[in-house]
């Protein structure tokens, strides 16, 4: 009785790591595909607005996320080419992703938030509509879009940092297609009927020779 109950202890403990990386790989993908569309999203936004002088009088300005830099979002589109790309390869290749995934997405943080508080933008905008390089815009402000894409750098980043930790234990494409030096089975030739006219023509497609043994 001692000998059979022991039996289960190395399944329960195996039971582990599969399960962890079950959840890990459930949390990179809800994570980096999340973090992209929100780094994205936030691009499309107002980042910042304010008001150039000109002779007219006081001209609104405004400026989106893609106006201020558009680091972030191509950042956003590499980061969820990795994500997928995680799954298409194994062993180095997949750690060289993982690291590329986690390097996007810090990179997506380091640029959102160097770009909260960038004015360039409606700089050039007041320049161009006051027809003077040096106008300038004042009652800058900023909206929290910026901060938000941050928030998505850091998902992307997330889910890299999971990739580098628990990828190893993550299924890969199938490897059906690929070629592992294996000879396959040949298949049977296909008996030939010498007195039946298509059972020739048939063997000729295939490559065979229908008078041979």
Do not use: N
Not at 109 to 114: D, F, R, S, T, Y
Request: hydrophobic share 45%.
């Amino acid at each position: 009785m001692e000998h059979v109950t022991a039996v289960p202890h190395p399944r329960s403990e195996a039971a582990g790591p599969d399960r962890a990386g079950r959840r890990s790989l459930a949390l990179a993908l809800l994570s980096g595909a999340l973090g992209a569309a929100v780094a994205l999203l936030s691009t499309r936004q107002r980042w910042s607005q304010g008001i150039a002088t000109v002779a007219g009088g006081d001209f609104p300005l405004t400026a989106k996320g893609s106006d201020v830099t558009g680091v972030p979002a191509a950042l956003a589109v590499v980061g969820l080419a990795a994500l997928v790309a995680v799954f298409a390869v194994r062993r180095t290749g997949r750690l060289l992703v993982a690291g590329l995934l986690a390097l996007s997405g810090a990179g997506t943080v380091v640029a959102a938030l160097l770009g909260a508080s960038d004015s360039t933008a409606l700089d050039e905008q007041a320049a161009q509509a006051a027809g003077d390089t040096s106008a300038t815009v004042h009652a800058l402000s900023h909206t929290l879009w910026p901060y938000a894409a941050a928030v998505g750098g850091a998902l992307l980043l997330l889910a890299g940092l999971l990739a580098l930790r628990y990828g190893r234990r993550w299924p890969a494409m199938s490897g059906r297609y690929e070629r592992d030096g294996t000879p396959r089975p040949r298949r049977a030739p296909v008996r030939t009927d010498p007195d039946r006219p298509e059972d020739i023509w048939k063997a000729l497609d295939r490559g065979e020779d229908p008078t041979g043994a």
